[in-house]
Nanobody, 115 residues
Framework: QVQLVESGGGLVQPGGSLRLSCAAS????????MGWYRQAPGKQRELVGT???????NYADSVKGRFTISRDNAKNTVYLEMNSLKPEDTAVYYC?????????WGQGTQVTVSS
């Protein structure tokens, strides 16, 4: 089992920045991929980006050039640096991790971009 705990959400003005963190515990050494998804009101959950244990990243087109995912394997923690935030980035952001056989999700953290 893997437990994921996110932190760092909040309210930010358009053009601002936020940094989300997600710490994994439990069988964290079995995690291959970590990343972030988001879900806006009335919409389906969508990929933000992922990072492998070796550091290879993958991003949704909507966040490329604005968001950066990084990972500290020693701390079993993944980060999401969000810059140039737009109102359409408003959503609940969920941490995600994948082992060989299972996917795990955090409880979600709200990010609201509004003036």
């Amino acid at each position: 089992q893997v437990q994921l705990v996110e932190s760092g959400g909040g309210l930010v003005q358009p053009g601002g920045s936020l940094r989300l963190s997600c710490a994994a515990s439990g069988s964290a050494s079995s995690i291959n991929v970590m990343g972030w998804y988001r879900q806006a009101p009335g919409k389906q959950r969508e990929l933000v980006g992922t990072i492998t244990r070796s550091g290879s990243t993958n991003y949704a087109d909507s966040v490329k050039g604005r968001f950066t995912i990084s990972r500290d394997n020693a701390k079993n923690t993944v980060y999401l640096e969000m810059n140039s935030l737009k109102p359409e980035d408003t959503a609940v952001y969920y941490c995600y991790s994948r082992t060989v056989i299972l996917n795990y999700w955090g409880q979600g953290t709200q990010v609201t971009v509004s003036s």
